[in-house]
């Protein structure tokens, strides 16, 4: 099935760590810039980490310094790792596809924009 599959999330204690995945699956030859999202019940999405055309990320200030992205061109996935969690990074996990690396413009119609989400829960 063609799609972003998001996986990784989970139950940590607060300084812990988590590496979510996003793979494109479904699809070999299709391959985009990713961005992350996260949200809480009652909130609206946030962006968590966004890469310019460049391929430069921005990272939003509440994660500055403890969230990396890095990407596995060979598996069609990216990753965030995310360390010294906090309780207020308790949220569903989102990726975004963006800008087209490698593909054609049924890459565009065929993968859908989001990935379906991984829970992250942080306590203190």
């Known amino acids: 099935q063609v799609g972003l599959v998001e996986s990784g999330g989970g139950s940590v204690q607060a300084g812990g760590s988590l590496r979510l995945s996003c793979a494109v699956s479904?699809?070999?030859?299709?391959?985009?810039?990713m961005s992350w999202y996260r949200q809480t019940p009652g909130k609206e999405r946030e962006f968590v980490s966004v890469?310019?055309?460049?391929?430069?990320?921005t990272y939003a200030d509440s994660v500055k310094g403890r969230f990396t992205i890095s990407r596995d061109n060979t598996k069609n996935t990216i990753y965030l790792q995310m360390n010294d969690l906090k309780p207020e990074d308790t949220a569903m996990y989102y990726c975004?596809?963006?800008?087209?690396?490698?593909?054609?413009?049924?890459?565009?119609?065929?993968?859908?924009?989001w990935g379906q989400g991984t829970q992250v829960t942080v306590s203190s």
């Open positions: 479904g699809v070999q030859h299709c391959s985009f810039d």
């Open positions: 975004k596809r963006d800008r087209l690396r490698r593909g054609d413009t049924w890459c565009l119609r065929a993968v859908p924009a």
């Open positions: 890469p310019d055309k460049d391929g430069v990320t």
